[in-house]
Nanobody
Framework: QVQLVESGGGLVQAGGSLRLSCAAS????????MGWYRQAPGKQRELVAT???????MYADSVKGRFTISRDNAKNTVYLQMNSLKPEDTAVYYC?????????WGQGTQVTVSS
């Protein structure tokens, strides 16, 4: 059974940075496009960024130019570097394959950006 464990969240002031990590329990990264998603209070979960097995990336307009997704297949880990954070980035962040598989959702990691 695949487990995805997110880490790296926290409380940061607007303009600050955080780096999120997502570790998988077994090697799924080498064959799958991976994605970071987020869910803010009272809102639907949304896709933030994706990265293919070849390293091609895609970003939501709201984070383009501020966030960078990367992956290390040897470590079964995907990262999300978040710079110039804004209060509207406050959410629980999750990783999953893209398109997501409902059975893969982990606990997520909370990111809170204060103004």
């Amino acid at each position: 059974q695949v487990q995805l464990v997110e880490s790296g969240g926290g409380l940061v002031q607007a303009g600050g940075s955080l780096r999120l990590s997502c570790a998988a329990s077994r090697n799924i990264f080498s064959i799958n496009t991976m994605g970071w998603y987020r869910q803010a209070p009272g809102k639907q979960r949304e896709l933030v960024a994706t990265i293919t097995s070849a390293g091609t990336t895609m970003y939501a307009d709201s984070v383009k130019g501020r966030f960078t997704i990367s992956r290390d297949n040897a470590k079964n880990t995907v990262y999300l570097q978040m710079n110039s954070l804004k209060p509207e980035d406050t959410a629980v962040y999750y990783c999953n394959r893209y398109p997501y598989r409902s059975t893969y959702w982990g606990q997520g990691t909370q990111v809170t950006v204060s103004s």
